[in-house]
């Protein structure tokens, strides 16, 4: 057994590190942190290289003299406690003094600072934990701290370290989320010496957001203000209607703090069951405010998460304003569109048009099919006329019923009703399938698409007026490097300004009018991980899996020959068991359950 010993300074400081400094998003994220508490009205940020090779923060707020300079290098060095009751009461970001000496042990650091009423302030550079020198410079009142060369006193963590372009949009995420905490201050991100975004003072939230997010985006927010004993609530949040595919766009601020906590967030997605459909999340940022002896905000290294002292009364607090807020828009103002399944009329097949050859001169439509894609020299099935919407393929025959009575497919089922518009009965040899109707064409869908990109013809329609999109700075540097496969599977966007794009072209199976959400969509995957880059794939599969929820449009109204035909396609298809997302597209009750349960 080898003796016991206690850790050097130096391993110690390293150890921690590796609890709150995860990647270079960390080390800004605590270096801002502080140039709030030290009260800065301007904030400078500079990364370079996804913050491997340089991160600095500048700011203007009240600085440090010589002697806390040398302090705040010290483990558990901090200006903002002095005993444990001060937790239920903290005003400021940080608190623990962790931060500065567990970042300047694994990196080279520099920190430049002046006090007012000081001529010269204090130089302070410490490499991988070890001072180097203290020294007088010149510099404005305020503080500077560059972190250069991270990790390269641990190599086994700097391995460890993604692609600079995901680094860096980690940063520019957690920059704009303070950015967002803090409109009175003005704030500048510098990436390789490109300005991301300069976003000055700005009285209104909405103006920050428009700034960070973009003007798209905040126009289709509606501000919200709720006082209820301690609580109180105010910020932005989505029309009823306006929802996203994943929660990146859902931010949520506890005494002005970032954080993810479940207790707020399923709070409001519960608040817009009656506004969105499931798996949709709405845009919002929410600003909560309580007093600080009702939340703990010390339960994670990072202080990403908090705890509430009564979970029950915070969740049950933010439904009632955020759903009493929905239900008075709903009231005042027409309801937004929601992004449901929505129904569409069948055309007849006289109105559908097979694809046509490419055409500059057709003015009367907003989209031009480029090139046809011949599915069937591929065995996928065809999309008959009555669930086919219009320019998105040929015209092709349907499975019909024959003259000596009901069709029964090639599987024996005979169709006897449907229900609630979704749900198509079928009567087989052996007892009653329920069918799924929007999960089956998702299924047909996702494989026809999925042989589609896989063979590189993709059918595209250029756009006769472009959908502008704007996005915030992590979308657009994430557009950016999917450019060339988005390309490549029938879109075509291009930047037109920093943070606007236009899209030019979409593939044949979209309407125009999809192009802007599907591609939030899209970029909100991209952000999830689910477009892996090294397996070009599964990345296809994904982008299937996508697209056949936006290429499915639902008739209100069907028959015998629609829930047939259906049946043909599902069966012709290599998986027609479930949707692409995993659900069954069909279940059967057999005769024995049918009549266990009329037992008595």
């Known amino acids: 057994m080898p003796d016991i010993r206690i850790l050097s300074d130096r391993v110690a400081n390293q150890i921690a590190a590796g609890e709150v400094i995860e990647r270079p998003a960390a080390v800004v994220k605590e270096l801002v942190e502080n140039a709030l508490d030290a009260g800065a009205t301007r904030i400078e940020v500079e990364f370079r290289h996804g913050g491997r090779s340089l991160m600095r923060v500048e700011d203007n707020g009240h600085g440090m003299n010589r002697d806390n300079a040398l302090l705040s290098l010290e483990r558990h060095a901090t200006s903002k406690i002095n005993e444990a009751v001060d937790l239920d009461r903290l005003g400021s970001f940080g608190f623990r003094g962790e931060a500065v000496p567990s970042i300047a042990s694994v990196s080279k650091f520099t920190l430049q600072t002046r006090v007012e009423g000081e001529e010269l302030g204090t130089e302070v550079l410490v490499n991988g934990g070890k001072i180097v020198h203290v020294r007088e410079c010149g510099r404005p009142v305020g503080t500077r701290i560059e972190v250069a060369h991270l990790f390269n006193s641990v190599p086994a963590r700097r391995k ?13 995420a957690g920059v704009r989320l303070y950015a967002l905490a803090s409109p ?32 798209q985006l905040a126009e289709q927010l509606v501000p919200i203000e709720s006082t209820e004993g301690v609580f109180q609530l105010e910020g932005l949040i989505g029309k009823p209607g306006v929802g996203r595919s994943t929660r990146h766009e859902m931010i949520v601020f506890v005494n002005g703090r970032p954080v993810d906590n479940r207790t707020l967030n399923y709070a409001l997605i519960e608040s817009y069951h009656e506004s969105l459909p499931k798996g949709r999340y709405p845009p919002a940022f929410i600003f909560f405010r309580l007093p600080p002896h009702e939340v703990d905000v010390n339960v994670h290294p990072a202080k990403r998460e908090v705890r509430f002292r009564s979970e029950p009364a915070v969740r049950s607090f933010v439904i009632r304003a955020v759903l009493g807020r929905l239900r008075e828009l709903r009231g005042e103002v027409p309801q937004a569109t929601p992004e449901r399944d929505t129904p569409l009329e069948p055309l007849p097949p006289s109105e559908l048009r097979p694809w046509a050859t490419p055409s500059s001169s057709s003015p009367s439509s907003a989209a031009v099919p480029s090139r046809p894609v011949e599915s069937e020299s591929r065995g996928m099935p065809k999309l008959g006329p009555l669930h086919q919407p219009p320019m998105r393929g040929p015209a ?84 950016l490097d999917k450019l060339a496969f988005l390309q490549s599977h ?12 236009r899209v030019e072209a979409v593939p044949a199976w979209m309407e125009p009018a999809d192009a802007e959400p599907f591609l939030r969509d899209l970029l909100g995957a991209l952000r999830d991980g689910r477009f892996p880059e090294d397996n070009p794939d599964l990345a296809r599969d994904e982008l299937a899996r996508l697209a056949a929820a936006k290429a499915v449009r639902l008739p209100e109204q069907s028959g015998e020959v629609h829930w047939q035909s259906l049946v043909a396609q599902l069966f012709a298809c290599r998986t027609p068991l479930t949707s692409p997302s995993g659900r069954p597209t069909f ?14």
Not at 160 to 172: G, M, N, S, W
Not at 198 to 204: I, K, L, N, T
Not at 490 to 501: L, M, P
């Open 160 to 172: 460890f370290l993604k692609r600079d372009q995901t680094e860096a949009a980690h940063i520019v």
């Open 184 to 215: 009175a201050v003005a704030f500048t991100l510098i990436e390789d010496g490109r300005i991301i975004f300069s976003s000055p003072e700005c009285p209104a939230l909405t103006d920050r957001v428009a700034e960070i997010f973009g003007r």
């Open 396 to 479: 092709v025959e349907s499975v019909r019923p024959s003259a000596d009575g009901p069709t029964r497919g090639d599987r024996g089922w005979r169709f006897i009703g449907q229900g609630h518009g979704v749900f198509g009965f079928f009567e087989t040899p052996s007892g009653i399938v329920c069918l799924h109707r929007r999960a089956a064409h998702e299924r047909v869908w996702f494989e026809r698409l999925q042989a589609e990109f896989k063979s590189g013809e993709v059918a595209g329609q250029r756009l006769l007026l472009p959908v502008p999109v704007e996005l915030d700075p992590v979308a657009t540097a994430l557009l």
């Open 490 to 501: 029938g879109f075509e966007v291009t930047e037109f300004g920093r943070n606007f794009f």
């Open 587 to 600: 279940f059967e009750l057999p005769h024995g359950e049918l009549s266990r349960r009329f037992q008595k």
